[in-house]
């Protein structure tokens, strides 16, 4: 399947972020949504993503909090990949606990972004 096929949705509450990864991921060929967690939440309810992309600690409801919901409130059965600045002993773990199907600490290259968005949409 052609990148241009996969829409892929963008969590994050910092806009530069937003911007750096949504124009990445276009360049790239991917078709792309992105916003805060709300927008998520109203994205989710009006077509299903691809893959999700979501930092972990969002401003208005955190990614542990987002997964749950995407799983469990709309059935979203496709991969979630967190990136976080969270280095904490543990953090992976509880955020694979919670859902999400892959992990990638900040600072992610341009090369490791593509690379595991790859991975997930096989």
Same mark, same amino acid.
């Given at each position: 399947m052609?990148?241009?096929?996969h829409?892929?949705?963008?969590?994050?509450?910092?806009?530069?972020?937003?911007?750096?990864?949504?124009? /990445?991921?276009?360049? +790239?060929?991917?078709?792309v949504?992105?916003?805060?967690a &709300?927008?998520?939440m109203? %994205?989710?309810?009006?077509?299903?993503?691809?893959?999700?992309?979501s930092?972990?600690?969002?401003?208005?409801?955190?990614g542990?909090?987002l997964?749950?919901?995407?799983r469990?409130e709309?059935?979203?059965?496709?991969p979630? /990949?967190?990136?976080? +600045?969270?280095k904490?002993?543990?953090?992976?773990?509880r &955020?694979?606990?919670?859902? %999400?199907d892959?992990?990638?600490?900040?600072p992610?290259?341009?090369?490791?972004?593509?690379?595991?968005?790859q991975?997930?949409?096989?």
């Amino acid at each position: 399947m052609s990148r241009d096929k996969h829409h892929i949705l963008v969590v994050d509450g910092d806009r530069d972020f937003l911007d750096i990864v949504d124009s /990445l991921l276009r360049l +790239a060929g991917y078709a792309v949504t992105a916003g805060d967690a &709300i927008d998520a939440m109203t %994205a989710i309810r009006s077509f299903e993503p691809d893959l999700i992309i979501s930092e972990w600690t969002l401003p208005m409801m955190d990614g542990r909090r987002l997964v749950k919901w995407s799983r469990e409130e709309t059935g979203y059965t496709g991969p979630i /990949l967190i990136l976080t +600045a969270m280095k904490h002993p543990g953090v992976e773990s509880r &955020i694979l606990g919670a859902g %999400a199907d892959g992990v990638l600490f900040k600072p992610a290259g341009p090369s490791l972004i593509l690379d595991r968005v790859q991975d997930l949409l096989l």
